[in-house]
């Protein structure tokens, strides 16, 4: 069984058009978050979640819309897909605490024509 | 703010020697932890080794360690023995123990010749 699982792997869309990627994990952790990889390999934050809860929102556009069902999901829905909003996507999962570390999905490539 | 930094962009090594990959962190937070993930180019991401700021020894895993001198703020990693197989991105990362969040450096290059 995959940890964290996210779906899916590759998305190739064209502006405009409205996307979303979904992630499950399956460890029972509290806290789930969704992270951007651009093309220089830089990791950046995007959101966190504890227990269905926001916790972090960075400065990201609100084009960028995470939804929460239950503590082991966590989607990202994005409208009005830009060019630059190309990247690789990656959820993770962790528990609470600064000696956790963060369990990662394999990540969704996204490619906006 | 926690702040991440990691100098060396690419490191090249041969194989079977040791190497170093850098990495200082800024934090006002007395309690947080340091990880180091590697990412080939496969792309997942691989947990490799974990430092907490109050541990007294260094960490070790398997031909990983991690060098920490708590006074310089800096937690390198050191590959020993190195493998064909160890040419990937290598990521350094902080989490403090008040926040959510766990902050990435911009990753280290690392190319093993054979």
């Known amino acids: 069984d995959t940890a964290v699982s996210q779906t899916p792997k590759y998305l190739v869309t064209q502006m405009g058009n409205d996307k979303s990627i979904k992630c499950e994990q399956n460890l029972g952790h509290d806290t789930m978050y969704w992270y951007k990889q651009d093309s220089k390999k830089f990791l950046k934050i995007m959101f966190s979640?504890?227990?269905?809860?926001?916790?972090i929102n960075e400065t990201v556009p609100n084009r960028f819309s995470p939804k929460s069902p239950d503590k082991a999901h966590l989607n990202l829905h994005i409208n009005s897909l830009e060019l630059g909003d190309s990247a690789v996507y990656f959820c993770?999962?962790?528990?609470?605490?600064?000696?956790?570390?963060?369990?990662f999905g394999s990540g969704t490539q996204l490619s906006v024509l | 703010a926690q702040k991440i930094t990691q100098t060396q962009p690419g490191m090249f090594v041969q194989e079977k020697e040791a190497v170093t990959l850098d990495c200082t962190y800024d934090t006002s937070d007395p309690s947080y932890g340091l990880f180091w993930y590697k990412q080939p180019s496969s792309g997942e991401m691989i947990f490799l080794i974990y430092?907490?700021?109050?541990?007294?020894q260094n960490a070790t895993e398997g031909r990983y360690s991690l060098n920490f001198q708590k006074a310089r703020k800096s937690a390198n990693l050191v590959i020993s023995a190195s493998q064909l197989g160890d040419s990937a991105m290598y990521f350094c990362?902080?989490?403090?123990?008040?926040?959510?969040?766990?902050?990435f450096g911009a990753g280290t290059r690392l190319t093993v010749k054979p």
């Open positions: 993770a999962s962790s528990r609470r605490g600064g000696n956790e570390k963060l369990f």
């Open positions: 430092q907490g700021s109050y541990d007294q």
């Open positions: 979640y504890n227990n269905k809860e926001l916790i």
């Open positions: 990362a902080m989490r403090e123990a008040h926040n959510n969040d766990m902050r």
